[in-house]
Nanobody, 119 residues
Framework: QVQLVESGGGLVQPGGSLRLSCAASGNIVSSDVMGWYRQPAGQPRELVAQINSDGSTWIESSVKDRFTISRDNAKNTVSLQMYSLKPEDTALYYC?????????????WGQGTQVTVSS
């Protein structure tokens, strides 16, 4: 099992910045993919960004110019730095660890941290 604890959410004005952090504990495997999803109220959860253990990243196109994802393998942490935030970025943000085991997708989730962008 993997436990994930997010921090760093909050209320920010449009154009502001926030940094989300996630600490992973438990049975972390070096090949695990770490990432962030978000779920706006009443909408499905969507992938925002992922980072592999080698540092390669994928970031959703609508935030690619404003968000960056980073990872510290030694500390088992993943962070999402968000700049130039917009009201449409308002959502519950979830930390995620994904691995593939014997052909099956295994996902672990944090509890989520709320990001609200509003003036």
């Amino acid at each position: 099992q993997v436990q994930l604890v997010e921090s760093g959410g909050g209320l920010v004005q449009p154009g502001g910045s926030l940094r989300l952090s996630c600490a992973a504990s438990g049975n972390i495997v070096s090949s695990d993919v770490m990432g962030w999803y978000r779920q706006p109220a009443g909408q499905p959860r969507e992938l925002v960004a992922q980072i592999n253990s080698d540092g390669s990243t994928w970031i959703e196109s609508s935030v690619k110019d404003r968000f960056t994802i980073s990872r510290d393998n030694a500390k088992n942490t993943v962070s999402l730095q968000m700049y130039s935030l917009k009201p449409e970025d308002t959502a519950l943000y979830y930390c995620n660890v994904w691995r593939r085991v014997d052909g099956s997708n295994i996902n672990f989730w944090g509890q989520g941290t709320q990001v609200t962008v509003s003036s």
